[in-house]
């Protein structure tokens, strides 16, 4: 008896605003998985591209599916896993200079707090719009 119930807007949502860039770190992958199902659903998955970072080949969740939807358009890169079979670059100003064609695009990022920080502020200084990216907050 006398509860309260608090209702607001989900904590986290990352919404989506047109196509882009979608970086991902671990389980950051999270809040995509149901945009680009959605997204391939509706046919509309052309113009985005994912760079999703983990430790090992083993992290790497739902691989097979995100490889199937995006094709050539989804790039693994692995940190801590010498013999991967996939990319080990790290998501720094470097890579990002190397395989973003387009900064006027949006940017969705997730992932762990530090890496959201840094992957924002090096999009700033490579001249994304602060309102093209998104992020959780």
Request: charged share 25%; aromatic share 10%; glycine share 10%.
């Amino acid at each position: 008896m006398g509860d309260e119930l608090i209702l607001r807007d989900a904590w986290g949502v990352i919404e989506y605003k047109g196509p882009g860039y979608f970086i991902a770190g671990g389980a950051g992958i999270t809040p995509f998985i149901a945009i680009l199902r959605d997204l391939n659903r509706q046919g509309k998955l052309a113009g985005n591209k994912l760079f999703f970072s983990n430790k090992t080949d083993k992290d790497i969740i739902l691989a097979d599916e995100l490889k199937s939807m995006l094709g050539p358009d989804a790039l693994f890169l692995i940190s801590g896993q010498k013999d991967s079979v996939h990319d080990t670059r790290r998501i720094d100003e470097t890579f990002l200079k190397a395989e973003v064609s387009d900064f006027t695009k949006h940017f969705y990022v997730c992932g762990p707090d530090p890496m959201v920080e840094q992957i924002n502020g090096i999009l700033t200084r490579l001249g994304a719009s602060a309102d093209s990216v998104v992020f959780e907050r």
